[in-house]
């Protein structure tokens, strides 16, 4: 986790790039620290040395017109490793990367990868908002040297699929803030960035906990479930109050739990999705303890689940019947078509064979047709099939 925190102190202090912080307000040193100051435009950037691994921090978007109009230019643009291979990314933040300073930064960087004993596992790209977008393009130029990928709040920058980017060292960490009793989220990395994806890990962090909720490697998650936090965009900020993502990694290393858990929330904490609890619960925006067979049911999410099992067997049962009774109808039609055509019996016998045969019809018709209503009502039930939380584990850095 001190990769993470150090990153997080290394992003905000490239806001500041122009005044050349020393870092020591954060308690950390920059060795032989490299400052970039864009004079045509507002991007900045950090090369530093701390603790022997060497961080490439860029600045988030200012408060400049033609910086947001990068954020959401949609044109794509690729991006070459030394090698000749590339991946599209959106053109706004290649534009960003392509400072006048790139080159200088570029290899400021790889002259300190080349005094650490193992290059590929000293470098760190780092940024916040618009910063992390462009570490995100920037470990496609680094691919060589395998560089850790830790990002605040980020928009996404690049398309799929790109291989120079190794996403199972890319930590992308979403703020969030309780605002009366719902937790709300940054907005920024769920922004619709088209043709644009994520890599790496999405880590949740929470206003009331120590731990973090990891949702594992590229994983597929469903943005639905999270509230946003629009407007004041508390939960964007990163250095500010106590509520920045500054403020959150300071908080989680205040508690000395290592490794830091990272499988979801405690019980009674505040959640919007129930990747975000431990238990894999999360009701009434509250972590919950997993459902158990004595337990009463609190809302509808709860019967769903504990019905799927027993209401997928019945719709098998319904289905069986269903089959059943379609195979009884056409024997029943055939028989009574062969007595009315073959002629083999009498009228009055005739007669009564069919009427009873049609009655066999009737109910059969009646038998399936109210299996297919409790099909057709058990089938929502199905829908709902039970879960447990699963996740690949990962020790956060």
Same mark, same amino acid.
């Given at each position: 986790?001190? &990769?993470?925190?150090?990153?997080?102190?290394?992003?905000?202090?490239?806001?500041?790039?122009?005044?050349?912080?020393?870092?020591?307000?954060?308690?950390?040193?920059?060795?032989?620290?490299?400052?970039?100051?864009?004079?045509?435009?507002?991007?900045?950037?950090?090369?530093?040395?701390?603790?022997?691994?060497?961080?490439?921090?860029?600045?988030?978007?200012?408060?400049?017109?033609?910086?947001?109009?990068?954020?959401?230019?949609?044109?794509?643009?690729?991006?070459?490793?030394?090698?000749?291979?590339?991946?599209?990314?959106?053109?706004?933040?290649?534009?960003?990367?392509?400072?006048?300073?790139?080159?200088?930064?570029?290899?400021?960087?790889?002259?300190?990868?080349?005094?650490?004993?193992?290059?590929?596992?000293?470098?760190? &790209?780092?940024?916040?908002?618009?910063?992390? #977008?462009?570490?995100?393009?920037?470990?496609?130029?680094?691919?060589?040297?395998?560089?850790?990928?830790?990002?605040?709040?980020?928009?996404?920058?690049?398309?799929?699929?790109?291989?120079?980017?190794?996403?199972?060292?890319?930590?992308?960490?979403?703020?969030?803030?309780?605002?009366?009793?719902?937790?709300?989220?940054?907005?920024?990395?769920?922004?619709?960035?088209?043709?644009?994806?994520?890599?790496?890990?999405?880590?949740?962090?929470?206003?009331?906990?120590?731990?973090?909720?990891?949702?594992?490697?590229?994983?597929?998650?469903?943005?639905?479930?999270?509230?946003?936090?629009?407007?004041?965009?508390?939960?964007?900020?990163?250095?500010?109050?106590?509520?920045?993502?500054?403020?959150?990694?300071?908080?989680?290393?205040?508690?000395?739990?290592?490794?830091?858990?990272?499988?979801?929330?405690?019980?009674?904490?505040?959640?919007?999705?129930?990747?975000?609890?431990?238990?894999?619960?999360?009701?009434?925006?509250?972590?919950?303890?997993?459902?158990?067979?004595?337990?009463?049911?609190?809302?509808?999410?709860?019967?769903?689940?504990?019905?799927?099992?027993?209401? #997928?067997?019945?719709?098998?049962?319904?289905?069986?019947?269903?089959?059943?009774?379609?195979?009884?109808?056409?024997?029943?039609?055939?028989?009574?078509?062969?007595?009315?055509?073959?002629?083999?019996?009498?009228?009055?016998?005739?007669?009564?064979?069919?009427?009873?045969?049609?009655?066999?019809?009737?109910?059969?018709?009646?038998?399936?047709?109210?299996?297919?209503?409790?099909?057709?009502?058990?089938?929502?039930?199905?829908?709902?099939?039970?879960?447990?939380?699963?996740?690949?584990?990962?020790?956060?850095?």
């Amino acid at each position: 986790m001190t &990769l993470s925190h150090n990153a997080a102190i290394l992003s905000s202090l490239s806001y500041d790039a122009d005044e050349q912080p020393d870092g020591s307000t954060h308690g950390i040193v920059l060795e032989d620290a490299h400052y970039y100051v864009s004079e045509n435009s507002p991007d900045k950037a950090i090369v530093a040395n701390v603790d022997g691994y060497c961080y490439f921090a860029f600045a988030g978007s200012e408060a400049d017109v033609s910086d947001w109009m990068q954020n959401f230019d949609p044109r794509t643009e690729p991006v070459y490793d030394d090698d000749g291979n590339s991946c599209d990314a959106r053109e706004g933040f290649v534009r960003a990367y392509n400072a006048p300073f790139k080159e200088e930064a570029e290899g400021a960087l790889r002259g300190c990868a080349a005094t650490c004993d193992n290059p590929e596992e000293c470098v760190v &790209l780092t940024g916040h908002s618009q910063g992390g #977008s462009i570490a995100n393009l920037a470990a496609i130029r680094f691919h060589d040297l395998s560089p850790y990928v830790i990002t605040f709040g980020q928009a996404g920058s690049v398309h799929e699929p790109c291989p120079q980017i190794n996403s199972e060292k890319y930590y992308r960490y979403i703020n969030s803030i309780l605002d009366g009793d719902e937790l709300e989220h940054d907005p920024v990395p769920f922004a619709p960035m088209v043709g644009s994806s994520f890599q790496g890990y999405m880590i949740i962090v929470s206003p009331m906990s120590d731990a973090v909720a990891s949702y594992g490697l590229d994983a597929d998650v469903d943005m639905t479930n999270f509230h946003i936090n629009v407007f004041p965009f508390q939960a964007h900020r990163l250095d500010e109050g106590d509520y920045g993502y500054l403020q959150r990694m300071d908080a989680i290393m205040s508690h000395n739990h290592y490794p830091v858990p990272s499988d979801g929330w405690k019980i009674g904490e505040p959640c919007s999705d129930e990747g975000e609890c431990i238990s894999g619960r999360c009701d009434n925006n509250v972590c919950e303890n997993a459902m158990g067979t004595c337990e009463p049911c609190d809302e509808d999410s709860d019967f769903f689940q504990e019905n799927a099992v027993r209401a #997928s067997v019945l719709e098998w049962i319904f289905w069986l019947t269903m089959v059943v009774t379609v195979c009884g109808t056409v024997i029943a039609f055939q028989d009574v078509a062969r007595d009315i055509w073959t002629g083999a019996v009498s009228l009055k016998r005739r007669t009564v064979s069919v009427a009873m045969k049609t009655q066999t019809v009737f109910q059969a018709v009646v038998i399936g047709g109210s299996g297919a209503v409790m099909v057709t009502w058990m089938k929502p039930f199905h829908l709902f099939s039970l879960h447990t939380r699963t996740q690949e584990g990962n020790a956060l850095i």
